[in-house]
């Protein structure tokens, strides 16, 4: 009983920084419990309490994600953590809503002025798709910006 408490506790001090997924905390915790029973029982219970979520942690993971990433790295980061696919997707579908707008903010923040040449478009084009982007979203990036 003793250490399921402290594994409570550790588990508590964990949510009480930032949400974590369900993996992540199984991960964290896994070195401090008597056994992979009472690890899952404490976590469906945190579940239980609504303690832990996974749809609170994707959706504040792709809030911050989102000033500097597109759908894609979002959605890929997130199913990295262990979130199931479906609470990913759903977070990625969110943040394909604003796509555009992030990434012509991005761009801007990056380059601020039209590629003079193709081999700078294409620069330009890499560092947008290298963060998520998608290549339609990175063409209307481009084509507003020769505008």
Known sequence: MKALATLRERALRLLARREHSRAEL???????????????AL???LVE????SEARFAEGRAR???????AAHIEYDLRARGVPEETAAAAAREARGTEFERAL?????????????????????????SRGFS????SRVLRHGEK
């Open 26 to 40: 199984r991960r964290k915790l896994a070195a401090h419990a008597e056994s992979p029973e009472a690890l899952e």
């Open 43 to 45: 976590l469906a219970d």
């Open 49 to 52: 309490r609504k303690l832990l």
């Open 64 to 70: 911050v994600l989102s000033r500097k990433y597109g």
């Open 105 to 129: 903010a991005i761009w801007r923040r990056k380059f601020g002025a039209q590629a003079k040449d193709v081999r700078e478009r294409a620069r330009q084009a890499r560092f947008l798709a």
């Open 135 to 138: 290549a339609e979203v990175v």
